[in-house]
């Protein structure tokens, strides 16, 4: 990762604490956000906890990336969410002297995160892909394989709010497996940066 977008990525998570020391008064209630009652006790009914969000990512020129990530996940409690969802990005780059090659990875993740603050939460999460690569035989062709890899990942993630239900999200994670599966991995580093909207 190049140090600038280290850099801005750090900086926007300290710059969140702003927000969030503003909102330590709040209680963090799923009654309330989700508009589920106003009557104490009220339980909110299962698709009050469903949460709806995902992530995207776009990186034009040599390589071109493309990530498309939908996430749903279901608030266990206040505090505690579980989710789940696909992913699929699409890669292509070119070597000098070799035609450019373009590659199709699909898998999918889950995670499990808990908000130790009304906008921060720590995150672990497992993603599993089904990633295209080439190799050369024993006679020396370059072919095109397939392969599964798993990727082990911790994190936190911070939320913007924009709207009464709906939110900004800034995700870190580091991939614990990266140095083991690096020769296959789309992702060029152990970690992995993430913006997206979550309902």
Request: aromatic share 16%; charged share 15%.
């Amino acid at each position: 990762m190049k140090p600038t977008t280290l850099f801005t990525a750090a900086f926007l998570f300290f710059l969140s604490f702003t927000a969030l020391a503003q909102d330590q008064a709040e209680t963090d209630s799923l009654y309330r956000r989700r508009g589920a009652a106003d009557v104490p006790g009220a339980r909110p009914n299962w698709m009050e906890r469903i949460t709806l969000g995902g992530n995207f990512g776009l990186s034009l020129g040599n390589p071109t990336y493309i990530n498309l990530a939908p996430l749903v996940g279901y608030r266990l409690t206040d505090k505690f969410t579980v989710a789940g969802g696909v992913t699929y990005i699409y890669s292509r780059v070119r070597y000098a002297g070799y035609p450019a090659f373009s590659n199709s990875i699909y898998g999918g993740r889950a995670n499990v995160q808990y908000a130790i603050m009304p906008r921060f939460a720590p995150i672990v999460e497992y993603e599993a892909l089904n990633v295209g690569y080439q190799e050369f035989t024993d006679t020396g062709t370059l072919v095109e394989a397939r392969r599964w890899i798993g990727n082990p990942m911790v994190g936190a993630t911070v939320l913007f709010p924009i709207g009464r239900r709906s939110n900004f999200g800034l995700t870190a994670l580091y991939n614990l497996n990266y140095t083991a599966n690096r020769a296959y991995s789309p992702y060029g580093s152990p970690w992995v940066v993430r913006a997206g909207f979550m309902l």
